[in-house]
Structure formats: structure tokens, C-alpha cells
């Protein structure tokens, strides 16, 4: 069972939770250490394009969601949010943000980004109206392929990575922090923000705990 509060609730607390994971971004964008791999993709087409990151955020979330059609994914409220308020979230972000210029300060934004970032992930997916266009393709690969989900996300990022770095994005050590940290960080955050989580974990950690021999009595009863 998914979580039951009114659609109107979970869109109030969705909208914020995307612009913060484009303020999250920009955070990381100005640290400049090397950012996730969607975001050298796009910094890299920027650098061709003369186009913002932000606007770019938006055009290739939205290419992404038109690769959905074959793959008979179907978007939710969340997808299509997410496609237009991320960016600019992103350039909201970079409008505010100074330009740090030691490398503590470089490292501070890219942390301050990362757990941010964590916590607008566990913002979003806790309020179940769809997966981020990004998120849904690599499902989508997943379910029309039978292809296990970390083998169709290996595979884009890497490609999107290596396209990105061809053409001028932003690959550092941030990057490797980035792939090496985010699950764990949304592990903590989603609970939080997600009942239906903290639900099922319940019942995890009651099955776990309740005696082989009751548990065994109980079934003989039905």
C-alpha cells in the first residue's frame, strides 16, 4: 500500500523538494570538483550550446522522457515537475551562490550539495507522483529488458559521462564522491520522508523479531 495523503499535499511538499535538488546542484556546480554524470552532460552541451545548465537540465529531462514511449513507461505528476522545476532550481541556485575560491570552501559546497541533494532525493521519491525522467528510463530499461536495474544505470551514466567529459564537463574527484555516496545518503533521508517506508520497515523489524514457534502456532490456526 502507498501512502494516502491527498495528491494536493504531496505536490505542495514535492515542489520545494525539487527546486532544492536544483539548488543541491548548484552547490556542487560551484564547487567545481567534479559533479554527477547528467550534470557533465549538461554542463558539457552547455559549453557548445551557449545555453544555461539549467535550461539544458529541463530539454534533456524532457528528451529523456520521450525515450519512455518505447519502453511503455508512464509518467507521473512528479516526472513532469520534476522536468520543470529542477532547472530552474539550478539556476536559482547558481544566481545565489558566490564562486568559493579555496579548495576547504570548494569541498564545503560540494558536501553541503551532496547531503542537500540527499535530502530533496528522499523528498521527492517519499511523495510517490512518479520517478524523475532520469530514474524512470533506467526502471523502464529494467522492466522491457529484464536487464538487472544497476546494469541500465552503469550503462547510461557512463555513456552520458564519457559525452559529457568529450565535451568539456566538469569530471573530478566530486564525481566519484558523488557515485560512491548518494545511495547510502538517500538510504538515510528517504525514511524520513517517505511513511510507507517506515511502514514496511516496521514490519520488517517486527518479523524479525517475533519467535520461529509463534510465528509457527499462527499458521497452524489458519
Do not use: K
Request: proline share 7%; net charge positive.
Amino acid at each position: 500500500m502507498q501512502w494516502t495523503a491527498p495528491v494536493t499535499l504531496r505536490i505542495l511538499r514535492l515542489i520545494p523538494g525539487l527546486i532544492l535538488y536544483g539548488v543541491a546542484d548548484a552547490f556542487m556546480i560551484r564547487a567545481a570538483i567534479g559533479v554527477d554524470p547528467w550534470t557533465v552532460f549538461a554542463q558539457g552541451v552547455s559549453l557548445h550550446s551557449g545555453f544555461g545548465i539549467g535550461i539544458l537540465t529541463n530539454v534533456i529531462g524532457l528528451l529523456v522522457l520521450l525515450l519512455w514511449i518505447p519502453l511503455r513507461q508512464r509518467p507521473g505528476i512528479g516526472t513532469i515537475l520534476n522536468i520543470l522545476l529542477v532547472g530552474p532550481g539550478i539556476e536559482l541556485g547558481l544566481w545565489l551562490l558566490p564562486v568559493p575560491v579555496t579548495l576547504w570552501a570548494r569541498i564545503a559546497f560540494f558536501a553541503v550539495g551532496l547531503v542537500l541533494l540527499a535530502v530533496a532525493s528522499g523528498i521527492y521519491i517519499g511523495a510517490h507522483l512518479g520517478p524523475g525522467p532520469r530514474d524512470g528510463l533506467m526502471t523502464g530499461i529494467h522492466r522491457r529488458f529484464g536487464t538487472p536495474i544497476w546494469v541500465g544505470r552503469t550503462a547510461v551514466e557512463v555513456t552520458v559521462l564519457a559525452i559529457g567529459w568529450v565535451l568539456g564537463g566538469n569530471v573530478g574527484v566530486g564525481t566519484v564522491a558523488f557515485a560512491l555516496l548518494i545511495g547510502p545518503l538517500c538510504s538515510v533521508t528517504l525514511p524520513p520522508f517517505d511513511p510507507e517506508h517506515r511502514r514496511r520497515r516496521a514490519r520488517e523489524r517486527a518479523a524479525a523479531a517475533e519467535p520461529a514457534g509463534a510465528a509457527y502456532s499462527a499458521g497452524t490456526l489458519l
